[in-house]
């Protein structure tokens, strides 16, 4: 369903499609963005993220959002780019966490859902057992 909606961009009102948060004209400000980004890098492939930005006129949050999306691919011909895992401060080159956080983070959930459904038949065990007897008139 289309709802009216603020650019999370520029704050222009527009009819929103799904779950776009820019408006049409930020939308392709951000695509012209990534190409030169893309472009930049490919001729570029060993600079740095902040040399990036500088040339590209794209700000590093920006270019750390296209490699988190997978749309900038860093390959082992960019030594030079990373970012850093949002939880521990490590330095990455995809995704938000480095594969050690990821991994705990990982561990922590599957713990949470273990203890839930050790409850649930923990509970419906006891609901089985015990019975309330009540007698005919």
Do not use: W
């Not at 030169?36 to 270019?63: F, Q």
């Not at 959002?65 to 939880?87: A, W």
């Amino acid at each position: 369903m289309n709802r009216i909606g603020n650019c999370s961009r520029c704050g222009k009102v527009f009819v929103r499609y799904r779950q776009q948060s820019l408006c049409p004209a930020c939308t392709e400000k951000r695509e012209q963005d990534f190409m030169r980004c893309r472009d930049y890098l490919r001729d570029n492939p060993e600079t740095r993220m902040k040399e990036l930005s500088e040339a590209t006129g794209v700000s590093v949050r920006e270019i750390i959002q296209f490699i988190i999306e997978g749309r900038l691919v860093l390959t082992k011909d960019n030594p030079n780019m990373f970012y850093h895992c949002e939880s521990c401060g490590k330095r990455i080159r995809s995704g938000r966490l480095c594969s050690q956080c990821e991994k705990r983070l990982t561990d922590e959930v599957e713990k949470v859902v273990q203890k839930k459904h050790d409850r649930d038949s923990l509970h419906s065990n006891v609901r089985h057992k015990y019975r309330i007897y009540k007698p005919k008139n």
